[in-house]
């Protein structure tokens, strides 16, 4: 089993910054890729970014490339978001992820769904106001 604990949420001016952490512990072997999805009031959650923990390669949303980057500590299997240019349209309910069948081909799908998780941390709070 695998355990997930997020920090760094908050509150943020819209054109402000945030960086998520999300450290992961238990069975190494069972986060091969991690990463982030994001749940706002009323909508169905979605992928923001993941990473795979060998090589870094990385699958970005759409709505995010360009200002957000994901990043890893393999030492201590710890996965990063860096939130730059935040809007209002990034407020949401943050949850780290991690997934044990994972290679360097799987972050170059087109879509990433939640349900090829099964590790889930307990989430933290984003606010751009």
């Known amino acids: 089993d695998v355990q997930l604990v997020e920090s760094g949420g908050g509150s943020v001016q819209a054109g402000g910054s945030l960086r998520l952490s999300c450290q992961a512990s238990?069975?190494?072997?069972?986060?091969?890729?991690m990463g982030w999805f994001r749940q706002a009031p009323g909508k169905e959650r979605e992928a923001v970014s993941v990473?795979?923990?060998?090589?870094?390669?990385?699958y970005y949303a759409d709505s995010v490339k360009g200002r957000f980057t994901i990043s890893r500590y393999n030492a201590n299997n710890t996965v990063y978001l860096q939130m730059n240019r935040l809007n209002p349209e990034d407020t949401a309910m943050y949850y780290c992820?991690?997934?044990?069948?994972?290679?360097?081909?799987?972050?170059?799908?087109?879509?990433?769904?939640?349900?090829?998780?099964?590790?889930w941390g307990q989430g933290t709070q984003v606010t751009v106001s």
């Open positions: 992820a991690a997934k044990r069948l994972c290679d360097r081909f799987y972050p170059r799908r087109a879509s990433v769904p939640p349900s090829d998780f099964g590790y």
């Open positions: 238990g069975n190494a072997y069972a986060s091969n890729c």
């Open positions: 990473i795979y923990m060998g090589e870094g390669n990385a």
